[in-house]
């Protein structure tokens, strides 16, 4: 299945859109979109953008399965992958990599060299949740380990490192863990 572009000002893809973070991000509980009026927020602020975000999308028939979106930054040297998520019931097959794959080649089409991210442990599924990351933050994340399937090994997979951490970003012990990928020279 290939990722095609979305518009945030098509009222279909918009819906969906709501949809799947809902969905995908149920498991997060409040810190997810708990429902479609947060998650309608969030594709407002896509519809706002400048320079325009990336916002790609896999279909199956009418049902979008899961999508992607970046925006720019530092001047378009780099972009900011964010969200990516895929319906629970799409998950593990291939989706989600195919995403990403598509999103890098885009922000190679736009000039861009690094794509970051971050992606929060607010449920304690690495070990660095209560871990003192002000005290040697990098013995921390080198001895990273994940305990209840955090998408950072996901990002691994797909060829991100592990940049640096905000500790206590959610919260204290709850940190926020930053990933970043070379797409271009
Ligand atoms: C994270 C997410 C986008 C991955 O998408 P996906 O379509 O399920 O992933 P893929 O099937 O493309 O997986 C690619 C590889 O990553 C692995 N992987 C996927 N999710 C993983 C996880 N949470 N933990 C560890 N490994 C994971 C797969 O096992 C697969 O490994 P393999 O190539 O060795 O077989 C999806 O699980 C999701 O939407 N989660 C909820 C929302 C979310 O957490 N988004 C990320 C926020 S930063």
Redesign the pocket.
Known sequence: MKPTPLDPHNPTHARQMAEVLVA??A?LGDFGWADMASAEEEIEEFRQEDPPPIMLGIWEGDTLL?WIGGLSAYHGHTWELH????RPE?????????LVADFEEEVRQRGGTTIH?G?DDTHGQTSLTDADLYNNPWQHIRNIR?LA???Y??YL?CGYAITGVIPDANGPGKPDIFMCKRVAP
């Open positions: 995908g991000f498991y899961g969200p990516l998520v895929v799409a998950q593990n097959r291939g989706l989600g990599r195919a991210l992606t994940n399937r955090h998408p090994e996901f997979k």
